[in-house]
């Protein structure tokens, strides 16, 4: 029999009941996460890493009381042991040719065994998203992330000299490398790089996720547009430290407020989402008005 006490809701018998397997998970794993916090995730490109793997775990725990309602009764999945001895390949691989893809990887997929094996496939119906939405803090190839970077940036740089002229800045462009007035100034990965686009991706999918709206027309719209505001926040961040540049020169660019610039990509970006979302809040509130009150 199942306990249901515990703060929260969740089933903190079951956590006891797992200690070993958690404790296994907290050997295997805690390296992984130190070397990963004291080398990429302290690196600006990668700085989403520790907070999606906390948001992803929360939302483990929050919805954990509908989870268990909806396995009630039902036994655990065997399926969850080939899942796990896929994982544990996944992570020797990883770890003895020190491939920080594959270590990630299969604490994924050996959490999502774990949760199959105690809760069977009906839990995954309920967990999806947190294990979709923990793929974001996996760090991918160097080759992958270079090949899709260098047409971000162009197109980063292309729409911010474009943008900037038109509001008369006396700008040029060569490639990535911006001149405003006396300075120049090179678009870098952490700018307008497929990390950046991840990260905001994940933060959009993240509100999608929170905010639940019964609107299939909403969530489906509001999912493709994430990426055009995703490909705006980071122009705005460029256009902000071009413009920082060029007025308190270029001390204060590469200071201080270069770090500020990197707060305004996430602010601009929440902002979008939620300005994209109430618009489209008002257009389904629309189509759902009969035609006479429409009028």
């Given at each position: 029999m199942r306990s249901h006490a515990g703060a929260g809701g969740v089933d903190w018998t079951v956590l006891r009941r797992d200690w070993p397997f958690l404790l296994g998970m907290a050997v295997l794993y805690l390296p992984t996460l130190y070397e990963l916090m004291t080398g990429i995730w302290s690196t600006e490109s990668y700085a989403h890493g520790p907070i999606i793997l906390a948001l992803s775990l929360w939302l483990l725990l929050r919805q954990w009381p509908a989870m268990r309602a909806a396995c009630a009764g039902r036994p655990g999945s065997a399926a969850g042991w080939p899942l796990f001895v896929f994982g544990m390949l996944l992570y020797i691989a990883?770890?003895?040719?020190?491939?920080?893809?594959?270590?990630?990887?299969?604490?994924?997929?050996?959490?999502?065994?774990?949760?199959?094996?105690?809760?069977?496939?009906?839990?995954?119906?309920v967990q999806w998203f947190p294990f979709f939405f923990m793929l974001f803090m996996v760090p991918l190839p160097g080759v992958v992330v270079d090949a899709l970077t260098m047409p971000m940036k162009m197109a980063v740089s292309y729409a911010t000299e474009h943008l900037l002229y038109l509001l008369g800045y006396p700008i040029a462009r060569t490639g990535v490398i911006l001149q405003i007035g006396q300075y120049q100034l090179m678009v870098a990965d952490a700018c307008a790089g497929l990390q950046t686009l991840l990260t905001l991706e994940s933060l959009g999918l993240f509100y999608l996720n929170i905010v639940r709206h019964t609107s299939a027309f909403r969530n489906v719209l509001l999912a493709l547009l994430i990426i055009p505001i995703s490909f705006t926040a980071n122009v705005i961040r460029v256009i902000t430290l071009t413009l920082i540049t060029y007025h308190f020169g270029d001390a204060a660019g590469q200071g201080f407020l270069h770090g500020f610039a990197g707060m305004v990509l996430f602010v601009s970006a929440l902002l979008l989402i939620i300005g994209v979302d109430s618009l489209l809040q008002y257009i389904v509130k629309l189509r759902r008005r009969p035609a006479g009150e429409a009028a």
């Open positions: 990883g770890r003895s040719q020190d491939v920080l893809m594959l270590e990630m990887g299969s604490f994924i997929v050996v959490l999502l065994a774990w949760i199959l094996l105690g809760y069977g496939r009906g839990a995954l119906a």
